[in-house]
C-alpha cells in the first residue's frame, strides 16, 4: 500500500470520528479535503469499485434530491450504498464519503455508489474515479458568475461524457440536458406529460438556443420552468432528442390526489410540488436500470422518501405557520417553483421574498436578472392578500420584477432590512395565518433561531 494513501486514510477517519462526536451534522467535507492534501491521487487507489453500480448526479437543480432519492429506495431494498448525501459535492466531498465507508486499506464494501457531483468538477472527479453511470436533472441560468452561460457548463459535460463512454440518464424534456444524447450510444430518458400545473409563456420571454443549430427553441407548454413539449423553428429538434418518447414518462399526475403513474403502476407523491415530478421519474429510471428494482417498487419506497432537510420546511409560531422554500439565487427555475407552490394553495396569504446579496464567490455582487425569466401570470388568482420584499439590497429592485410581471403595486410593501427582528415583526403583524417564504438559507436559519427565541 501507497505510504501517502495509507497516511491520508488514518487522518481522515480520526478526523471523521473526532467532529462526529462534536457534531455529527458537520464536517461533512473536512477528511476528504485533509486525505487529499496528503494524497491527491486518492480517489485512483480505492480497490472494490465497480464502475458499472457507480452513478454520478449533476445538473442545475435537483441534484442532490435525486441523489438522495436514489440511495433511499437502493436501501429499500437492501442494497449497501455509499453516498455524499449531505450534499457536499465537490471533490472533497466525494473522497470524504469514501474514506468515511471504505476500510483503512482503501477497499469498498458497497453494492452501489451515488454520488452527486458539482458541474464543473465533474470532470475532475470523473478522471480520477471509476463510473459507468452519468444523470443530468437539468441545466439551465444559475451563478453567472462562475458558471457564465449555461452552455458551457452543457460543454464540460459533454466533453465527460465523451471521453469516458458513459451511460446517461437524461431529463428528455428539457433541451440542454436531452441533447447530451447526442454525445452517448447508450441513453435513458425520463421525462413527465403535461399536467395541470403546466403553463405558457408569450414571445416577450426569452428560451434559449437550440444546443443543435443555435436557433429558437420554442416551449408548447413548460411543465417546469425550461421542461416541457419543445422543438427547435430551425431543425426541428424535440424531446427525447427526436424519440418518440421517453423510457420512464410519469403520466396522469393528480396533484389534488397526490398520485402519478409510470406505465401501469401508480405512485403516491409526498411532496406535490411540480419539479418533484422529475425527481421521481430520474430516481425510478435509474434504480430500474441499474439494480432491476421494479417501478412498484421504488414506488413503495417513495412514500417514505424525505427531503434533505432544508429544501421544503414549516416553521409554526402562535397561530402563523411559515412555509419555507429553498431559494437558490440566480435560478430562475427555483423562482418560478416558488410562485407556482404559492398558486397552487388556495387559502389566503401573505408572501415574503428576499433576494440578496450572492456571497458564495468573491468578489459579492446582487442582482436579479433571472427574476424576469419568471412567469407570474400564475400569481393572478393565487389569493394573496400582500407581498412583502425584503433585504437591504435589492427589495425595491425585486418588488419591480413583480410589478412588470402583472403584481398590482398595491399589494406590495417594501421592507428594506436584512435584520430578523424587524423581518419577523412584519410576519407577526401582517394579519395572515398563512406565510410563504423565500429567502436565503442562512436568513432562514436567522429567521428559525428568532422564532425558536420567541416561542
Not at 404559492?342 to 455582487?365: N, Q
Not at 417594501?414 to 410563504?436: H, M, R, V
Request: hydrophobic share 35%; aromatic share 12%.
Amino acid at each position: 500500500m501507497d505510504f501517502r494513501f495509507f497516511r491520508a486514510m488514518i487522518t481522515g477517519k480520526t478526523g471523521n470520528i473526532a467532529i462526529s462526536m462534536i457534531d455529527r451534522n458537520r464536517g461533512t467535507t473536512w477528511a476528504g479535503r485533509k486525505a487529499l492534501e496528503i494524497d491527491p491521487d486518492l480517489l485512483t487507489r480505492f480497490a472494490g469499485i465497480d464502475p458499472e453500480r457507480v452513478i454520478f448526479v449533476t445538473g442545475t437543480n435537483g441534484k442532490s434530491t435525486v441523489s438522495n432519492m436514489i440511495t433511499h429506495i437502493l436501501r429499500s431494498k437492501g442494497y449497501k450504498v455509499i453516498s455524499n448525501s449531505e450534499g457536499a459535492n465537490l471533490k472533497t466531498g466525494v473522497a470524504a464519503a469514501l474514506v468515511k465507508k471504505a476500510s483503512l486499506s482503501g477497499t469498498v464494501r458497497a453494492d452501489y455508489c451515488v454520488f452527486e457531483t458539482d458541474e464543473r468538477y465533474l470532470a475532475q472527479i470523473r478522471d480520477q474515479l471509476p463510473c459507468s453511470n452519468l444523470l443530468v436533472t437539468n441545466l439551465q441560468k444559475d451563478q453567472v458568475q462562475r458558471n457564465g452561460d449555461p452552455d458551457f457548463v452543457y460543454r464540460k459535460i459533454a466533453a465527460v461524457a465523451d471521453k469516458h463512454k458513459m451511460r446517461l440518464f437524461l431529463n428528455g424534456d428539457e433541451p440542454r440536458s436531452c441533447s447530451l444524447a447526442d454525445h452517448s450510444d447508450n441513453v435513458v430518458f425520463y421525462g413527465v406529460s403535461r399536467h395541470s400545473m403546466a403553463f405558457t409563456k408569450d414571445d416577450t420571454f426569452v428560451t434559449l438556443p437550440c444546443p443543435k443549430c443555435h436557433s429558437r427553441i420554442r416551449f408548447g407548454y413548460y411543465n417546469n420552468d425550461g421542461m416541457g413539449a419543445f422543438k427547435c423553428d430551425r431543425c426541428g429538434y424535440t424531446n427525447n432528442n427526436g424519440r418518440e418518447a421517453a423510457q420512464y414518462r410519469i403520466t396522469e399526475a393528480d396533484f389534488d390526489a397526490g398520485t402519478f403513474r409510470m406505465g401501469e403502476t401508480a405512485f403516491l407523491m409526498p411532496y406535490k410540488q411540480t419539479y418533484m415530478l422529475y425527481n421521481y421519474a430520474a430516481a425510478t429510471a435509474v434504480c430500474r436500470e441499474l439494480a432491476g428494482i421494479t417501478e412498484a417498487e421504488s414506488a413503495a419506497a417513495i412514500r417514505s422518501f424525505k427531503v434533505p432537510e432544508g429544501r421544503i420546511e414549516e416553521i409554526t409560531s402562535g397561530s402563523q405557520t411559515i412555509k419555507y422554500y429553498r431559494f437558490k439565487q440566480e435560478n430562475p427555475e427555483t423562482l418560478q417553483n416558488f410562485l407556482s407552490a404559492v398558486a397552487a394553495d388556495p387559502e389566503e396569504k401573505v408572501v415574503i421574498i428576499g433576494f440578496g446579496t450572492v456571497s458564495d464567490y468573491d468578489p459579492y455582487y446582487v442582482n436579479s436578472f433571472y427574476a424576469f425569466d419568471c412567469d407570474y401570470s400564475v400569481l393572478k388568482k393565487a389569493n394573496v392578500r400582500k407581498y412583502i420584499f425584503v433585504t437591504d439590497t435589492i427589495a425595491y429592485d425585486a418588488a419591480n420584477c413583480f410589478i412588470y410581471g402583472g403584481v398590482d403595486p398595491s399589494m406590495i410593501e417594501i421592507l428594506p432590512t436584512s435584520d430578523e427582528e424587524e423581518i419577523f415583526d412584519a410576519i407577526k403583524t401582517c394579519g395572515c395565518s398563512n406565510i410563504y417564504l423565500n429567502v436565503k438559507l442562512h436568513m432562514y436559519e436567522e429567521l428559525k433561531e428568532y422564532a425558536r427565541k420567541e416561542m
